[in-house]
């Protein structure tokens, strides 16, 4: 039905905000792309420009392969659904998903049929009688849903559409979205901050940094083999451990990856060594995400990590350990303009530790809903602060059984999957071989 491309696409606001950078990216028929990134990195601006709402400052917006920039919004086929969707109030539900139909001069007798199909798609057919008032939030944003849905657009872009819902409510209605979307196969374009709901909706996810599109792929893609250590950082719960590693070869035998006091050793046979041994002499890092960790007994051989358990959390159908393993963990900056935080700007940094913690209240989204536990606090604080790059001393995420039998203290080895490793130079690119 209708295919986007965006060529180049760069949006400076008149303040001399540069919110979009020469992005670059094609959503073909009937796909369902999600825009993810952290508050202000652009992606309402990216759906704004392909709705028509705001210009480019310079590229190209492509429709069904034709140019569309001057393009008003009216002849774009598409249909827009936003956080805060504004429903009529002294219309009932019914009039308000059918005004799109009125407006566009449908008869009655077919406008009532349109209707019917799309409330009843969307569970609301029992509630056409009401106003908004008499709604709860979430068949609010079903009948805003069915009101943009009603017209057959081409292509639904959709802004944060479930920010304001409770996390069950807003799981719930994922599923339907996506489950809607593809039946009716919409081509759709779906913004959020939320790596889950991205994640689990997504035909393909395109994630965005200040204006810069990181990595685009599906789902797999982009969780398995994250194009930079910003992607590797924003995705998955818990985050992926980021660890600073000194690389050391050892010509034709295996490469040393130190990792404070303790080694990882990369067998020479493995197709990634040849990559990670130009970096001899230098510092990587290393990325492992929890599922590559597997609790051993302490003497057992292999690629083992000996460490402590600074603390637990409790997630109900799993906890989490958090290892003292002597190293040192990189710190991804979120929002990537702050300077390195250092002792001296702690006042300064706990200030924006404030702002950030105020930004991202409520937005752990899905099922990390409950981390926050004694230490969530400090932990959010090592992945929003926006310190560029910086290093702490690692907390290495393990999974464990729901309540576990060990407690804060206790030591605790882990074995690592070596083949689930990823690396990263200092610029925070991936270091890899058989790119994508
Ligand atoms: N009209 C405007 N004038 C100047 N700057 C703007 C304007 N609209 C947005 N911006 C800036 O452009 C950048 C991108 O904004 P945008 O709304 O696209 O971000 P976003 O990714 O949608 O964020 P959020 O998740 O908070 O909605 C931000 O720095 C924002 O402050
Ligand atoms: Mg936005």
Request: aromatic share 6%; hydrophobic share 40%; glycine share 10%.
């Amino acid at each position: 039905m209708t295919t986007v491309a965006l060529k180049d696409v760069t949006k400076v606001f008149k303040d001399g905000t540069l919110a979009v950078d020469k992005v670059n990216l094609d959503v073909t028929d009937g796909e369902f792309m999600v825009l993810l990134g952290p508050s202000g990195c652009g992606k309402s601006t990216v759906l704004r420009m392909v709705a028509g709402l705001e210009d480019p400052t310079s590229g190209a917006v492509l429709l069904n392969g034709e140019l569309a920039n001057d393009l008003p919004p009216r002849e774009r086929g598409v249909a827009m659904v936003f956080q805060d969707f504004a429903l009529y109030p002294h219309m009932s539900v019914n009039e308000n998903i059918a005004f799109p139909l009125r407006l566009a001069g449908l008869e009655p007798d077919r406008r009532g049929e349109r209707v019917a199909d799309v409330a009843s798609a969307l569970g609301i057919g029992d509630v056409l009688a009401r106003k908004p008032s008499q709604l709860s939030g979430g068949q609010r944003q079903r009948v805003a849903m069915g009101r943009a849905i009603v017209r057959r657009p081409g292509l639904f872009l959709m802004d944060e559409p479930l920010s304001n819902l409770d996390s069950g409510l807003r799981a719930e209605l994922r599923a339907e979205i996506s489950g809607l979307t593809r039946e009716l196969g919409v081509t759709t374009v779906y913004v959020t901050h939320d790596q889950a709901e991205a994640l689990t909706m997504a035909d393909r996810v395109a994630i965005m940094r200040k204006g810069v599109l990181q990595d685009v792929g599906t789902p797999t893609q982009v969780y398995g083999r994250p194009a930079t250590l910003y992607v590797a950082a924003f995705l998955g719960s818990p985050r992926m451990n980021l660890l600073e590693a000194s690389v050391y070869v050892h010509l034709d035998r295996y490469v040393t990856l130190t990792l404070g006091e303790q080694a990882l050793y990369l067998p020479w046979n493995d197709i990634r060594t040849r990559a990670v041994a130009h970096y001899h002499g230098e510092r990587i890092v290393v990325g492992m995400r929890a599922e590559a960790l597997t609790p051993v007994s302490p003497d057992s051989p292999g690629d083992v990590l000996q460490g402590r358990i600074r603390y637990l959390e409790h997630h109900g159908h799993e906890s989490l350990a958090f290892l003292d393993i002597g190293a040192t963990a990189v710190v991804v900056d979120e929002m990537g303009s702050g300077p390195v935080e250092t002792p001296e700007s702690g006042q300064r940094g706990l200030r924006r530790f404030g702002q950030v913690m105020q930004r991202f209240a409520g937005r752990s989204g899905g099922e990390n809903e409950d981390e926050d536990g004694p230490r969530g606090g400090t932990r959010t604080s090592v992945l929003h602060d926006p310190g560029r790059h910086h290093r702490r001393p690692a907390e290495l995420a393990v999974r464990l059984a729901p309540y576990p039998a060990v407690s804060s203290g206790h030591p605790m080895a882990v074995q690592v999957r070596m083949d689930a490793l990823h690396f990263f130079d200092e610029r925070g690119d991936r270091i890899d071989v058989g790119w994508r």
